[in-house]
Protein backbone atom coordinates (compact mmCIF):
# COMPACT_ATOMS: atom_id res chain seq x y z
CA UNK A 1 0.00 0.00 0.00
CA UNK A 2 1.46 3.74 -1.01
CA UNK A 3 1.57 6.16 2.29
CA UNK A 4 -1.85 8.28 0.41
CA UNK A 5 -3.79 4.38 0.66
CA UNK A 6 -2.68 3.83 4.56
CA UNK A 7 -3.82 7.19 5.12
CA UNK A 8 -7.43 7.25 3.55
CA UNK A 9 -7.39 3.68 5.42
CA UNK A 10 -6.36 4.68 8.51
CA UNK A 11 -8.63 7.86 8.48
CA UNK A 12 -11.78 5.76 7.76
CA UNK A 13 -10.47 3.71 10.82
CA UNK A 14 -10.06 6.78 13.29
CA UNK A 15 -13.06 8.39 12.23
CA UNK A 16 -14.66 5.24 12.84
CA UNK A 17 -13.79 4.88 16.60
CA UNK A 18 -14.56 8.45 17.32
CA UNK A 19 -18.01 7.70 15.96
CA UNK A 20 -17.86 4.43 17.83
CA UNK A 21 -19.40 2.55 15.07
CA UNK A 22 -18.39 -0.84 15.34
CA UNK A 23 -19.39 -1.79 11.93
CA UNK A 24 -17.02 0.36 10.46
CA UNK A 25 -14.07 -0.14 12.44
CA UNK A 26 -14.83 -3.81 11.15
CA UNK A 27 -15.03 -2.90 7.41
CA UNK A 28 -11.39 -2.03 7.94
CA UNK A 29 -10.30 -5.05 8.95
CA UNK A 30 -9.75 -8.42 6.86
CA UNK A 31 -11.88 -11.50 8.22
CA UNK A 32 -8.93 -13.10 9.97
CA UNK A 33 -7.08 -10.04 11.48
CA UNK A 34 -4.44 -9.84 14.83
CA UNK A 35 -5.03 -7.78 17.26
CA UNK A 36 -2.76 -7.94 20.36
CA UNK A 37 -3.19 -5.10 22.97
CA UNK A 38 -0.93 -4.41 26.04
CA UNK A 39 -1.47 -6.99 28.84
CA UNK A 40 -4.39 -8.70 27.37
CA UNK A 41 -4.98 -11.69 24.99
CA UNK A 42 -4.19 -11.42 21.66
CA UNK A 43 -7.96 -11.08 19.65
CA UNK A 44 -8.52 -13.03 16.46
CA UNK A 45 -11.53 -12.32 13.72
CA UNK A 46 -13.51 -9.11 13.11
CA UNK A 47 -15.97 -10.68 15.68
CA UNK A 48 -13.79 -10.56 18.41
CA UNK A 49 -12.49 -6.72 17.80
CA UNK A 50 -15.94 -6.05 17.37
CA UNK A 51 -16.70 -7.61 20.61
CA UNK A 52 -13.68 -5.63 22.30
CA UNK A 53 -14.26 -2.24 21.04
CA UNK A 54 -18.19 -2.69 22.51
CA UNK A 55 -16.34 -3.10 25.75
CA UNK A 56 -14.14 -0.58 24.69
CA UNK A 57 -16.71 2.05 24.11
CA UNK A 58 -18.62 1.33 27.28
CA UNK A 59 -16.08 2.41 29.65
CA UNK A 60 -14.40 4.79 27.20
CA UNK A 61 -16.62 7.20 25.19
CA UNK A 62 -15.66 10.44 23.01
CA UNK A 63 -12.62 9.76 21.34
CA UNK A 64 -10.59 12.11 19.67
CA UNK A 65 -6.99 11.40 18.12
CA UNK A 66 -4.23 13.50 18.31
CA UNK A 67 -2.01 12.63 15.35
CA UNK A 68 1.82 13.13 16.46
CA UNK A 69 3.75 10.95 13.84
CA UNK A 70 3.43 8.02 11.28
CA UNK A 71 5.73 6.07 9.68
CA UNK A 72 5.60 4.03 6.86
CA UNK A 73 6.64 0.85 4.81
CA UNK A 74 4.68 -0.73 2.07
CA UNK A 75 2.53 -3.10 4.11
CA UNK A 76 2.66 -1.82 7.48
CA UNK A 77 2.83 1.39 9.15
CA UNK A 78 3.57 2.45 13.39
CA UNK A 79 0.91 5.43 14.20
CA UNK A 80 1.59 7.63 17.64
CA UNK A 81 -1.03 9.87 18.54
CA UNK A 82 -2.24 11.27 21.91
CA UNK A 83 -6.28 9.94 23.23
CA UNK A 84 -8.02 12.46 24.38
CA UNK A 85 -11.78 10.62 26.14
CA UNK A 86 -14.02 10.52 28.88
CA UNK A 87 -13.37 7.67 31.30
CA UNK A 88 -16.48 6.07 32.40
CA UNK A 89 -15.76 3.12 34.17
CA UNK A 90 -11.88 1.76 33.79
CA UNK A 91 -11.64 -2.02 34.70
CA UNK A 92 -12.95 -3.02 37.87
CA UNK A 93 -10.39 -1.31 40.20
CA UNK A 94 -11.21 2.39 38.71
CA UNK A 95 -14.37 4.09 38.23
CA UNK A 96 -14.17 6.66 35.15
CA UNK A 97 -17.38 9.08 36.76
CA UNK A 98 -17.03 10.72 33.45
CA UNK A 99 -13.50 12.25 33.90
CA UNK A 100 -11.46 13.32 30.99
CA UNK A 101 -8.38 11.37 30.11
CA UNK A 102 -5.13 11.95 27.96
CA UNK A 103 -2.82 9.15 27.09
CA UNK A 104 -0.21 8.30 24.51
CA UNK A 105 -1.54 5.43 22.03
CA UNK A 106 1.34 3.92 19.86
CA UNK A 107 0.04 1.26 17.11
CA UNK A 108 1.34 -0.75 14.90
CA UNK A 109 -0.71 -2.28 11.64
CA UNK A 110 0.04 -4.56 9.09
CA UNK A 111 -2.07 -4.90 6.26
CA UNK A 112 -3.30 -6.91 3.09
CA UNK A 113 -5.45 -6.30 0.61
CA UNK A 114 -6.43 -3.15 1.52
CA UNK A 115 -7.24 -3.39 5.02
CA UNK A 116 -6.10 -4.10 8.66
CA UNK A 117 -4.59 -7.94 8.90
CA UNK A 118 -2.76 -7.28 12.50
CA UNK A 119 -2.84 -4.21 14.71
CA UNK A 120 -0.37 -4.65 17.79
CA UNK A 121 -1.82 -1.42 20.44
CA UNK A 122 0.62 -0.07 23.45
CA UNK A 123 -0.63 2.39 25.96
CA UNK A 124 0.59 3.83 28.71
CA UNK A 125 -2.16 2.38 31.61
CA UNK A 126 -0.48 3.71 34.50
CA UNK A 127 -0.85 7.32 32.48
CA UNK A 128 -4.21 6.44 32.77
CA UNK A 129 -4.67 4.73 36.38
CA UNK A 130 -3.23 8.03 37.69
CA UNK A 131 -5.56 10.24 36.23
CA UNK A 132 -8.25 8.48 37.69
CA UNK A 133 -6.97 7.77 41.35
CA UNK A 134 -8.64 9.49 44.15
CA UNK A 135 -6.72 10.52 47.25
Do not use: C, K
Not at 25 to 48: A, K, M, N, S, W
Not at 58 to 80: K, L
Not at 98 to 119: C, D, H, S, T, V
Amino acid sequence: MTPNEIDRLLAARYGAEEAEDIEAIEQTLTFDVEHEDDGERPLYGRRQVGEFYRRFFASVSRHRFVPIRREYEPERAVHESIVEAVAVVVELVYTGRGWPIRFRLLREFEFQAGRIRRERVRLDRSEIAAQLAVD
